[in-house]
């Protein structure tokens, strides 16, 4: 209990410290927490988000081939989430999603991307819910970037997050997601234009919304173009790289002015 206590400690220091001119948040949510549990001057806090490479695989490359790896027989649908198995990312939630869905969409398959100490508690919860077949652990994989292209849809039923870096790539994949309002998703999709955003992890709600996009070929892509829009325009990797330039030059000058 004591290390967590003095790392934030730590954290909270060095937050505060005039040695830090500038503190980056990368969501607004995130920037509003920091203020909220430190004494730190609103305006040495700035919000800069997360931002991913837009040129990635499509559908019409080879990404059906990493799917296929995992799932040797061809299933009619395919949804991916991507996390540390840990309890603040809610798999739990998701396996008990997941049942509910695979009840009325038999051929439907979850892939899990990310390992952690839950990874056992978590199998052995799919093998109770009577779904271990259409629920694969992925572990750590290099080519998520493939994997992503190669699903139908991305799912997160996270209880906290900044600006999940897995989030804005499924985007970027022009992947239909639908996940927990946490963090800075509001911040990045708009519930029913490219995405769909849920205030509670009621699992039959979380569900149904799945179902829905699975019965709707025409909004998941809909929904996808859309995510991914909006990464081009806002969330991209070279966004990203020039607003902590600008950042950086704006501290230079400051130094270099006194």
């Not at 003095?6 to 203020?35: M, N």
């Not at 029913?192 to 919304?209: M, P, S, T, W, Y």
Request: glycine share 6%; aromatic share 4%; with cysteine.
């Amino acid at each position: 209990i004591q290390a967590p206590r003095l790392l934030q400690g730590l954290h909270s220091l060095i937050l505060t410290s005039r040695l830090t001119d500038k503190v980056v948040a990368v969501s607004e949510s995130t920037r509003k927490e920091i203020l909220s549990i430190t004494k730190i001057k609103p305006n040495k806090v700035v919000t800069i988000p997360n931002g991913v490479p837009i040129h990635r695989p499509s559908k019409n490359d080879c990404s059906s081939s990493a799917i296929q790896e995992l799932i040797p027989e061809s299933s009619k649908f395919t949804l991916i989430s991507i996390g540390r198995l840990a309890p603040i990312k809610g798999f739990d939630d998701l396996l008990a999603i997941a049942s509910h869905v695979i009840k009325q969409e038999k051929d439907c398959h979850f892939i899990l991307l990310g390992d952690g100490p839950l990874r056992d508690e978590l199998a052995g919860q799919a093998i109770k819910l009577n779904i271990e077949e259409n629920i694969h652990f992925a572990g750590m994989r290099e080519n998520v970037a493939e994997l992503l292209a190669g699903a139908d849809m991305y799912i997160s039923t996270s209880h906290s997050e900044g600006l999940a870096l897995s989030l804005l790539e499924a985007m970027a994949a022009s992947l239909p997601c639908v996940v927990t309002n946490v963090g800075g998703v509001k911040d990045v999709i708009r519930n029913g234009k490219n995405g769909i955003v849920l205030n509670q992890r009621d699992h039959h709600i979380f569900a149904a919304e799945i179902l829905g996009l699975i019965d709707g070929p025409d909004t998941r892509k809909e929904f996808g173009q859309a995510a991914r829009q909006t990464i081009i325009e806002s969330y991209s990797e070279d966004i990203m790289c020039r607003k902590y330039q600008s950042l950086f030059l704006e501290l230079i000058n400051k130094k270099d002015a006194r």
